[in-house]
Every structure is written in C-alpha cells, then in structure tokens.
C-alpha cells in the first residue's frame, strides 16, 4: 500500500509504502530508500515503533545529516581525504564530512528518489547511478529489497552492476530504541557482537589499518553487556565476508522486553551509539548497527574484502534484522535471521 508522503522543491514527489507482517509494520519512503518506522510489540503485547524517523518530508530535509533509516551509497562510511586509488586511476569525491568524503557525498543514495515496485511481501527500490555522480566512475544499476518473512524479520538485500570499474558500500542507516522512540537514551541496551577485533581510527574517525584484539577493552562486546556511548566504529566480524547471511549480534532492551537479531553476508558492522544527534531528538537517543565493508582503504582499493565491482559483474549482499520480545520469565529462543541483504557493504 503507498501514499503521497509530500514532495521536494523540485516538485518530485515522494510516496510513503506500507509493508505489514506477522505483527510488524514497516513503513518506507521513496526519497532516500529510508525506513520511516518499525512498530513491534514488547513482551506484554504494547506496540511501538522502534526506530527514529520524521513525521513528514521536511523533517528529513531539514535535517540531512544523521541520514535516519536511510538507504546509504555509493560508498557508506568515510574515505580518507575524499579521495580512492583504482587501477592506477585516482577520484576526488566531495570532502562532506572534511577532511572526508562520507556515505556517498554531498548527494548520496540518501538523497534520491528511488523507483519503487511492489513484490511479495515487499518492495523493490531501484535507480541508476550515472558515471562520475558524486565523482564515482562507473555507471552502476542498483537495486534494494526489502521484504518481511513469515516470522515478520525484515530482509534487506541490494545488488549493483556497473559497466567500470567502481567501489561499492551499501546499508541502511536506521537508528534502534527498542524502548520505542521518544523513550529516552538507548545505552542502556545490551549488546552482544561475534567479533574478536575492530579497526581503530586516527582523529579523523579513519582506520589506521591495525586489527585490534578486543580482549579486555571496552569494545569487548563477545558476552552481552550494556552498550553506554560514545561508540563511532567499525568492528571485524569473526565470520568473514560470507555467501549466506550468519548472525553476528544481538540488541536486548531489559526494560521492554524487545529483542533485535542482525545476520549478514558482510565482513564487518559499524556501532554508532549518535552521541551527537541534534534537537529535535537527544544525544543517544538510538543505536544504528551497519553491516558493511571496512570504512576506507588507504593501501589497495581494487582487491580490498572484495569493496571492487568489476565491469558486467553483479555484487550482491544480504542482511536480516529479526525483532521479537522475551517470553514472561526471560528472553524468548533465538530468531533466524540476517539484516539487510547488504549492498556491496
């Protein structure tokens, strides 16, 4: 079911689509492929929605950059210096996040309308990304699914072909309070990631090409414990790059009883706890969980966890994020699922 959600200075319009399943209702824009909400129940039945979004068109204009519930491309996370190395070729793409380039650039996946189509128990978003858009080369075809299974997890896969040599990131940027939005801070959550390493970044949030051990530090998150803040980081999955989505994290809110499951194909996660977010939400009011390809990559870009999308080649990715709440006396049994069919991320 779509609706006309409003539409942009430039008269496009943008519709609203409603996806409703097993008990969850998922609503998605056209504009920026973004997930506007998730309402699932807790464990005494109380629906709400569980990830942070405006009520209207303008609230996301207005206020672009934490890029909520969105669809994030070409490239998410940052690329040092706003500039990549490919096959002896080097592109600048624009420094948004200065010194940076950051999840796509000034216009990114976030920012365009997408084509929309319906299929079972979901939505197809599609678009063609045109050679040197936001200084990316190649002309690149993308599509995203999302989908509701019959448990009601929703499954995000994208896929992109390009006619050159190009690098590809995809994910979906949504923001968890599985308290409900509006709520208050999400650090109180616990989280359990499979990862026994993470990259370190240098003060420009950008990796310095160690893998560090997580044993006795705080990004130790192997046993689930409580989040806290002031996380902007990206953590090496145990599992690897993998052709079928595992999972490799778990987000338990103790005082709603809601559980989210994240499984993916991708070799890695971002753990953003938005220490930073502005009026009219508050600082760690959601925690976005990004399974993507390492942020950057400053040593060799073309052969790099596989970030490269070579001519006439299709990249596919896959991620699941199952919700569920605890049964009376404890947390229910585990939930089968992956997140996002993760694009190129």
Request: net charge neutral; glycine share 12%.
């Amino acid at each position: 079911m779509s609706e006309l959600f409003g539409t942009l200075p430039d008269s496009t319009p943008v519709h609203r689509w409603t996806l409703e399943r097993a008990g969850v209702r998922v609503r998605v824009l056209s504009y920026g492929g973004i997930v506007q909400s998730v309402e699932v129940p807790d464990r005494a039945g109380q629906v709400a929605d569980v990830v942070l979004g405006f009520a209207d068109l303008d609230g996301y204009l207005a206020h672009p950059e934490p890029y909520l519930g969105a669809l994030v491309g070409r490239y998410a996370n940052r690329i040092a210096g706003g500039r990549f190395p490919l096959d002896g070729v080097t592109y600048s793409l624009a420094q948004n996040n200065a010194p940076n380039s950051l999840h796509g650039g000034e216009r990114g996946f976030d920012k365009r309308v997408w084509d929309v189509e319906p299929v079972e128990h979901g939505l197809r978003l599609s678009r063609v990304s045109a050679h040197g858009e936001e200084g990316f080369p190649g002309r690149l075809v993308v599509s995203a699914t999302y989908t509701l299974d019959a448990s009601g997890a929703l499954r995000l896969g994208y896929e992109a072909t390009t006619d050159a040599p190009t690098i590809v990131n995809l994910t979906n940027h949504s923001y968890f309070n599985l308290g409900g939005t509006g709520s208050g801070t999400a650090g109180g959550h616990e989280l359990r990631l499979a990862a026994s390493r993470f990259t370190p970044v240098d003060a420009d949030l950008i990796p310095t090409g160690a893998l560090e051990d997580v044993t006795g530090t705080r990004f130790d998150f192997r046993e689930s414990r409580k989040v806290g803040a002031d996380y902007d980081h990206n953590f090496v999955l145990d599992k690897g790059l993998t052709e079928a989505p595992v999972e490799i994290a778990e987000l338990h809110d103790p005082a709603s009883g809601r559980v989210l499951t994240v499984a993916t194909t991708e070799p890695g996660i971002q753990l953003y706890t938005a220490d930073h977010l502005e009026d009219p939400f508050t600082p760690g009011a959601g925690i976005a969980l990004e399974t993507q390809h390492f942020p950057d990559s400053r040593t060799n870009w073309s052969s790099r966890a596989r970030n490269c999308v070579r001519a006439g080649r299709t990249g596919r990715r896959r991620c699941t994020a199952s919700r569920r709440a605890e049964r009376s006396g404890g947390r229910g049994s585990g939930c089968a699922g992956g997140r996002r069919a993760a694009g190129m991320k």
